[in-house]
Structures are given as structure tokens and as C-alpha cells.
């Protein structure tokens, strides 16, 4: 059973650019969520999506979106980058139901200059 | 405004002893509890969990201690070993619908050997 994957490791930006991350989800995992985590802090919910669609959000700016595909595969798009955009971006699954936890991702660094 | 809190960012034990680590949460809809724990360059690993109708839950070495009227819960490891230094995150879920986590901001144990 492969775990959840995501790429890029690393990522450097400038202000203004705009990115876009991935994340591949648990197998028979069909929900994943987004978090940011700056440093020194916990995991911020960004976003959660279900079966391709939205399923709730956290209070960050409509310049971050994201998708889910068919595969459950999904992406995360930041525009106009900002400094304090800079942080570690966390992709968890999670098969659904109830209490099922959520499985993470090794994260993609973003830095953001 | 931080709804889960981790106020100890760091916590040093002695190899075999107990390492207790604490969280409140300020949010009373809040209804399964969570602990994860995170090594360097990883994503966030599952530990233990519990839901609001319990007020403990016991795997192994590690425990979970739930006070639902003073919103505090706690997470015993014994004996600590080596292996369990990283950082231990506590979150929290009760958004309907949604599998949305609230995480605190992270207490780093340190185990010596």
C-alpha cells in the first residue's frame, strides 16, 4: 500500500509568482485535506476536498485553490505570492466515514523570496 | 484566536520515565481529539485518539486522557524511549461534514538516553 506522496520536496518562488503543488493520496483514500505550517506553529486547515469537491474551508484568501481528480489525486494553486506564503505544505487523505484520521504527506517546502 | 493549545513547546524526560503532554482546547463542539507526531523532514504520524465520549483511551505505551469539563487533555507515554523524540502535535475535530483538524502549535520531547 503506497502512502500519501507529494511533490515538489522543495520550492522556491519569488513575490508575485504564482505555484502550484501535488499530492497523491492513500489507495482507496477518496478525501484530502490541505494544511500550511509555518514555522514554529501546528498545521493550519487550508482546505478539504471530497469526491472532487470542495468540502470545507479554513480562512486563508481565495488566491489559494485547489483541485481533486478522478484518482483522488489533488493540487494545490497559490497566485500572486507573498512572503509569508512561505511554509511547509502538508497533504493528508483519508478514506472517509466518521473519525477515520488523516494520513500526511512528507510536505513541500515553499519558499517564498 | 488559538481553540487548541499546546502550551509547553518543549518537554525533556529521562529514558523510562513518563513524558506527559498536555492540551486545551477552548472550543466545547469540539468531539474527537487527536495526537500526532512528527520527526524532521516527515509529514505528521498518527499516534492515538479519542472521541468527546471518552475519557481515556489506551494503546500500548502511549495513553489519552480526555476532561472534557476542564477542556484539557493529555497524552501519556511510559516508558519513554530514544525513539519518541519529535515533535507531538495535538488536534481537535467537530465540524460536521467535514474532517477539518484544529492543531495546536506542537510541544518538542526530547528523551535522554
Known amino acids: 500500500e503506497t502512502g500519501v506522496t507529494q511533490s515538489p520536496t522543495h520550492l522556491i518562488k519569488t513575490r508575485g509568482q504564482q505555484v502550484t503543488l501535488r499530492c497523491s493520496s492513500q489507495?482507496?483514500?477518496?478525501?484530502v485535506s490541505w494544511y500550511q505550517q509555518a514555522l514554529g506553529q501546528g498545521p493550519q486547515f487550508i482546505f478539504q476536498?471530497?469526491?472532487?469537491?470542495?468540502?470545507g474551508r479554513g480562512n486563508f484568501p481565495p488566491r489559494f485553490s485547489g483541485l481533486q481528480f478522478p484518482n483522488y489525486s489533488s493540487e494545490l494553486n497559490v497566485n500572486a505570492l507573498e512572503l509569508d506564503d512561505s511554509a511547509l505544505y502538508l497533504c493528508?487523505?483519508?478514506?472517509?466515514?466518521?473519525?477515520?484520521?488523516?494520513?500526511f504527506g512528507p510536505g513541500t517546502r515553499l519558499t517564498v523570496l | 484566536d488559538q481553540q487548541v493549545k499546546q502550551n509547553s513547546p518543549s518537554l525533556s524526560v529521562q529514558e523510562g520515565r513518563i513524558s506527559i503532554l498536555n492540551c486545551d482546547y477552548t472550543?466545547?463542539?469540539?468531539?474527537?481529539f487527536l495526537w500526532y507526531k512528527k520527526y524532521p523532514a516527515e509529514g505528521p504520524t498518527f499516534l492515538i485518539s479519542i472521541s468527546s465520549i471518552k475519557d481515556k483511551n489506551e494503546d500500548g505505551r502511549f495513553t489519552v486522557f480526555l476532561n472534557k469539563s476542564a477542556k484539557h487533555l493529555s497524552l501519556h507515554i511510559v516508558p519513554s524511549q530514544p525513539g519518541d523524540s519529535a515533535v507531538y502535535f495535538c488536534a481537535a475535530s467537530g465540524f460536521p461534514g467535514t474532517y477539518k483538524y484544529i492543531f495546536g502549535t506542537g510541544t518538542r520531547l526530547k528523551v535522554l538516553a
Open positions: 476536498y471530497y469526491r472532487e469537491e470542495e468540502n
Open positions: 493528508a487523505s483519508s478514506p472517509g466515514g466518521d473519525g477515520d484520521e488523516q494520513f
Open positions: 489507495s482507496g483514500h477518496n478525501t
Open positions: 472550543n466545547s463542539m469540539f468531539d474527537y
